[in-house]
């Protein structure tokens, strides 16, 4: 079984809809990210949470809500999609300590929004 | 000038070449640098680190020059099998050592030929 999952796996939805995108973890990592993909623009930070009771911005977040539910999971909310948030969007994951740095992503949420 | 920056590639290759990606940052406080490798559609899985004294896995050659900003990746012998996106990334610590984010080049593509 995958240390990262990510439901839905495809999403197509109209301008307006609200739209929500999961993460569970099984590595027992305390941080969570996610990030979205652009072709040209590569991999940009939406929201990070280093615990349960910690959410922070990153480049990216407007447009976009988190909540981090548990220490496994991690879901991110678009209120109100539009076209320009079409992109790969991938969740990740890391540990604190010596090889805290590696962050290990899951399969990505492509969300194509009409 | 951009945080992370690559080659633009792509880079087409015969089987057996050697190849070489190069990667700037400008960040003069980052501690940390990684190559990571996306393939088509997939997630980014992390390649290798890259120290100072420069490391290498098999085929796989990483330096850094601090001095200059540097960071550069070696591929020897390249195989049908290492076709996939590079990706420089870099992590910028926070002052009094708490992790900071990566941050994310964006990719040099390899294709590598029969």
């Known amino acids: 079984d995958a240390d990262v999952t990510q439901t839905p796996r495809n999403r197509i939805t109209k301008t307006g809809k609200r739209i929500m995108l999961e993460c569970s973890q099984t590595?027992?990592?305390?941080?969570m990210y996610w990030y979205r993909q652009d072709p040209g623009l590569g991999l940009r930070l939406i929201y990070y949470?280093?615990?349960?009771?910690?959410?922070n911005k990153g480049e990216i977040s407007d447009g976009y809500s988190v909540s981090r539910q548990a220490q496994a999971k991690f879901s991110l909310s678009l209120e109100s999609a539009i076209p320009n948030q079409t992109a790969l969007y991938f969740c990740?994951?890391?540990?604190?300590?010596?090889?805290?740095?590696?962050?290990?992503f899951g399969p990505g949420t492509r969300l194509t929004v009409l | 000038r951009k945080e992370v920056e690559q080659d633009p590639g792509p880079f087409n290759v015969p089987e057996g070449a050697t190849v070489a990606f190069n990667c700037t940052y400008s960040?003069?406080?980052?501690?940390?640098f990684f190559w990571y490798r996306q393939d088509c559609r997939k997630e980014p899985k992390l390649l290798m680190s890259?120290?100072?004294s420069g490391n290498e896995d098999g085929r796989f050659t990483a330096q850094l020059n601090r001095a200059s900003q540097y960071i550069s990746l070696l591929i020897r012998d390249s195989k049908l099998s290492d076709s996939a996106t590079y990706l420089c990334?870099?992590?910028?610590?926070?002052?009094?050592?708490?992790?900071?984010?990566?941050?994310f080049g964006k990719g040099t593509k390899l294709s590598v030929k029969p």
């Open positions: 890259v120290y100072s």
């Open positions: 590595k027992g990592h305390d941080r």
């Open positions: 990334v870099v992590n910028t610590r926070f002052y009094g050592g708490s992790q900071g984010n990566l941050i």
């Open positions: 949470s280093f615990d349960v009771k910690d959410i």
């Open positions: 990740a994951t890391s540990d604190i300590g010596k090889q805290g740095d590696e962050q290990f």
């Open positions: 960040n003069s406080a980052s501690q940390s």
